[in-house]
């Protein structure tokens, strides 16, 4: 639980931001709301619990090709 403003809001202002609407975002979270997974911010939403292997697979997918 983030204290200012939720993940969703922070994906948001990402994606609103000329300057990193571009960045891959990789949403981790325990709960999944189907409402909110309809206006998707991010690239990859991943169910805790997560595993480092995949998280490192996520990582290196959406950073390829990006340079």
Excluded: H
């Excluded at 639980?1 to 325990?30: H, Q, S």
């Excluded at 169910?47 to 290196?60: M, S």
């Amino acid at each position: 639980m983030m204290p200012v403003m939720d993940g969703y809001e922070l994906c948001a202002g990402v994606r609103a931001n000329p300057e990193t609407k571009n960045i891959p975002i990789i949403m981790l979270a325990a709960v999944v709301s189907t409402m909110l997974a309809k206006e998707k911010q991010w690239n990859v939403l991943v169910a805790k619990p997560a595993y480092f292997e995949e998280l490192l697979a996520l990582v290196n997918e959406l950073t390829s090709g990006s340079e």
